[in-house]
Structures are given as C-alpha cells and as structure tokens.
C-alpha cells in the first residue's frame, strides 16, 4: 500500500500530465470539436429536437477519447467496469470520464459534477450541505476499488479524473474545459464527506471539487486544472465561474 | 502575410510544443536514464565514438515522432526534424551543453546553415550586450527559405518556415544530472524587417572565404548563434511574449549558475518568485 502522501503525489503527477497533455492539443481539440459545422445539414434535424437520438456529449467525447488514444499513455483495459477511458500504467490503474454539461444546467457544473459509481472509489458518508447526516444516513459506495489487486504482488493504486466541459446551449460554443482529479477513496480519513455532495437520488453523488480544490498534503497544488476559459463569455455566465476562474488565474 | 501574422503562428507552436514537453517529460527523463541499464555493453566506448548528445536527441526524436503531430519531411537540406502542418514546415533540432559551455547557454544557441532562414550581418557584440560592425562586413546566410513552395497536383502554395531549438544543459560531461531543457523559437528570416541584425552573433565557424556585393563591398561568411538576450521576445504580439520556454530545470543546481534570463523565464512561468 502506499502511504496518503504516495498517493496524492501520484493524483498529482498524472493530473498534470494530462493537464500539459489538453493544452498541448487544444488546438486539434477545438477543431475537432468544429468539425461537426461542415456537416451539421445533416444532422441539425435531429439534434435536440425531443428524439434523443444524440447529444453534444457523443460527439465531444469522441474527438477527446480520439485524442487520448492516439497520443496518450498507457494500456487500455477491458473492464467492464469503469470509467469511459480506463488504462494502466506503470504506477496506477488510470480512470477517466468526460463530463459536459450545457449552460441552461450551469449550477450543475461550477463547483460540483455528478459523478458514477464505476468511475470512483471515494467511499464516504454523503452529507447534507450544512454538514448534518441525512435521516437514514446516506452511505455511498462506489464501484472502483482503492488498489487493483489488493495485497498481491501486481497492487496498484486506482485513480480517477474528470474532463468537464461547458457548452452554450443552442450554438455548442465551448465555453470552458477543466481537468479535476477525485481523491482516492484511501484518502478518506483526510478529506471525509467534504468530497461528496449529495446526487439527485439517493446512493447518487456529486464530486464537491470546490470545497477540495487543494491536494491536503502537497503544498500549493491544486485538483483543478483550468484547460480552457473563453474569456468573452456572457457576462452572466462568467460571474457563475468566478471560482473558476479564480483557479484559471493563479495557476 | 503580416510580420505579426508570423510572430502569431511562431508563438502558436512555441506553446503547443511546450505543453507537448511539458507532457511527456517524465517518459523523456526516463529515456535519458535508460543508458544506465545496458551501461556495462557500451561504457568503455564511451566518450571517443559517441556522446550524451546522440543518446538525448534519440529519446526526444522517439517522442516527436511518436506523439508529435504533422507529416515528417524527406527534404535532405533542413534540420534534425522537420514536419509539414497546415500552416508551416517546421524545424526542430536539439542541442546539448556541459557546464563548460554555460556562457552559450545563458544567453546564445548555435545554429547550423540547415536550421534557420534568418540571414544577417553578424556584428561582434560586447559583454554589455553593445554591438559593432566588424572590420570586414560579416554575414550569415542560412540555407532555408522564410517560405517553402510547395508543389501538389499542378498547384503552388507557399508556406512559413519555423524553426524550433531545444537545448539540453548538463552539469558533468556523461550528461547525468540536468540543469534545464529549454525550448527556443528563432525568428523566421522575414522577420528581419524588424528585427534587423540583433537575433545573432557569431558562430563557432568563420568560412575563409570572401565575397563582393555588387556594390564592391568586400564580405566573409559564418555560422551563426541566435541570440535571445538581444532578440529573445515576440515584439509584435501583445505583452511580448518570450521565445524561449524553460520545459525543464533543477532549480536546485540552477540556482548555482549565473543564468539570469533563465531564472526569469521560470519565475514567469510559474506564476511565483522562485529564483
């Protein structure tokens, strides 16, 4: 097992390795993300019209999925459990998950993100926003174990990153693009409930990351990466992103 | 296309290799331990067939091309690397320096005929940083185009020449410990108009060879340094970006050496006053 601080150092390093990664490809990212435009007769019919046969969110996740398999790290696994892009490395088993939500949801997106259970192992009591137990207490219990291979040889740390992106609704102009790394469910101890805001449903969750936007034990590192701010958003938009932005800002 | 044009797509792919360094750092530090494995089969050649230099340039050659981006060129004239994008071709060649060398390093880096298209009278340059013409006129002339013509399917399109430079910096000679990688964007020939001569000093080579300007003007030839201390910032783009990138430093060892630009580039880098 490796110790808490191991541990963050780890969430640490491949956060900013995917970090340095997003911006390395923001270019091809944001064109990859137009490249819809040279088509959309074709499918603008069919967009968002009550059909729900689409939405930006498949057409976002595989210009970026794209991008990360052709040029990222790692060996994929087959789990079937799992995040939507799951690979091992040399030091960690390595989740991922894309998050997009549009502006009319902005208050789902500026401090905390929903986040599935085969995508974490952050295992905590889910508490109500002024810190209360709810009655019954709510338990949450994710999919993803701490460690691959528990107590084996072959151990390793499982880590879990999100990609959240915020779209204008209507035009799908990308308004802004984070990187935020979840605790390890080992870090418990540290962090507890903080990390967790309760879903829509119970047994459902939400990745707090406002209210743990630093890795505890590491001085001067935050979980959040700001990977694209479109600083001529509407005004009104950008004033739900101060935190945001606060991040983007000093980093 | 605008001078400030070319400065914006210099500082374009400046940034994207940046991040690209940035990402793959820790595999590249990795390579460059890599020798220590096998060290025993090629230690006692050691120093006499090869140096770190060629083991380095492998590990990042390995990188470029394998997560890079662009279309690699044949041409035989041009640097190390050269990729074709949508908006240039791109040079790039890696440099490597011990501590003997730190003085280049601080403020000047060599360039080949084949790197750069920046042609300019080299002037001698005190240790002020002021310049003088040299008794007999001096110039440099690099073999590359400010702009490739490109011949596909009977059509001709002209496109911007790049150069890129990363310069590895060691503190012993077997190129153990690094001090700092840094990653350098010479301007493009065109930018001469506003430039002029400051971008460089000389080089390691004076040619023995003398010329005359249609005006009689006597002249000789040399290699060249580009020379980011006099010329080492995008003066077009606005707040003037720096063309240099530190992607890697030991500011435990840097701290030693007397590499004031360096330092700055890293204290802006990081938002913070480290050195």
């Known amino acids: 097992m490796l110790t808490d601080l191991e541990i963050e150092q780890l969430e640490s390093k491949y956060l900013n390795k995917f970090y340095h990664f997003l911006k390395y490809v923001e270019d091809e990212m944001m064109y990859g993300f137009q490249t819809k435009e040279r088509i959309r007769n074709d499918w603008q019919s069919r967009y968002g019209n009550g059909q729900a046969i689409s939405d930006f969110a498949v057409g976002a996740e595989r210009i970026i999925y794209s991008l990360f398999n052709g040029k990222g790290i790692g060996q994929p696994n087959s789990a079937p459990v799992g995040a939507d892009m799951f690979f091992e490395v040399d030091d960690a088993f390595i989740h991922i998950d894309l998050k997009t939500v549009q502006t009319d949801n902005i208050g789902d997106y500026t401090t905390s993100i929903f986040v599935g259970e085969n995508q974490n192992s952050y295992k905590a009591e889910i508490k109500q926003s002024n810190g209360q137990s709810f009655n019954p207490v709510r338990n949450y219990n994710p999919a993803l174990p701490t460690y691959y291979n528990q107590g084996t040889n072959e151990e390793k740390i499982c880590l879990s990153f999100f990609v959240t992106i915020l779209y204008e609704a209507g035009n799908l102009n990308i308004l802004n693009i984070n990187l935020l790394s979840m605790p390890n469910g080992q870090l418990e101890p540290i962090y507890g409930s903080s990390v967790l805001r309760a879903g829509k449903n119970p047994g459902k969750v939400r990745f707090n990351f406002g209210a743990v936007s630093d890795f505890m034990l590491l001085s001067n590192k935050k979980r959040l990466k700001v990977v694209y701010f479109n600083e001529d958003m509407d005004p009104s938009y950008l004033k739900r992103l101060s935190f945001i932005e606060s991040i983007k800002n000093i980093q | ?275």
């Open chain 2, 1 to 275: 296309m605008t001078l400030t044009e070319i400065e914006e797509i210099e500082h374009k792919y400046l940034n994207k290799y940046f991040y690209f360094f940035k990402y793959v750092e820790d595999e590249m530090k990795h390579g460059f331990k890599s020798m220590y494995e096998i060290k025993n089969d090629w230690e006692k050649y050691w120093g006499s067939k090869s140096s770190f230099s060629t083991g380095a340039e492998r590990i990042i050659y390995g990188l470029l091309n394998g997560k890079s981006f662009g279309e690699a060129n044949s041409n035989p004239v041009s640097a190390d690397l050269m990729f074709e994008v949508d908006d240039a071709y791109i040079h790039i060649d890696v440099k490597t320096y011990d501590h003997d060398n730190i003085n280049d390093f601080a403020i000047k880096h060599d360039t080949n005929l084949n790197q750069t298209s920046y042609r300019a009278e080299i002037e001698n340059r005190t240790s002020k940083g002021k310049r003088k013409r040299k008794k007999t006129l001096n110039m440099h002339y690099p073999h590359l185009p400010t702009r490739y013509t490109k011949y596909e399917n009977s059509f001709k399109t002209k496109k911007l020449c790049l150069t890129y430079f990363i310069s590895i910096l060691t503190d012993d000679t077997n190129g153990d410990n690094i001090i700092a990688i840094l990653l350098t964007c010479v301007p493009n020939g065109l930018l001469r108009r506003h430039y002029g001569n400051r971008p460089l000093v000389s080089g390691k080579t004076q040619f023995h060879d003398t010329h005359y300007f249609p005006n009689g003007t006597k002249y000789t030839t040399s290699t060249a340094r580009y020379c980011f201390a006099d010329a080492g910032k995008f003066e077009l783009l606005n707040f003037e970006p720096r063309r240099i990138k530190v992607t890697y430093s030991n500011n435990d060892k840097l701290k030693k050496y007397n590499l004031s630009i360096i330092k700055n580039v890293i204290n802006e880098q990081e938002n913070r006053k480290i050195f």
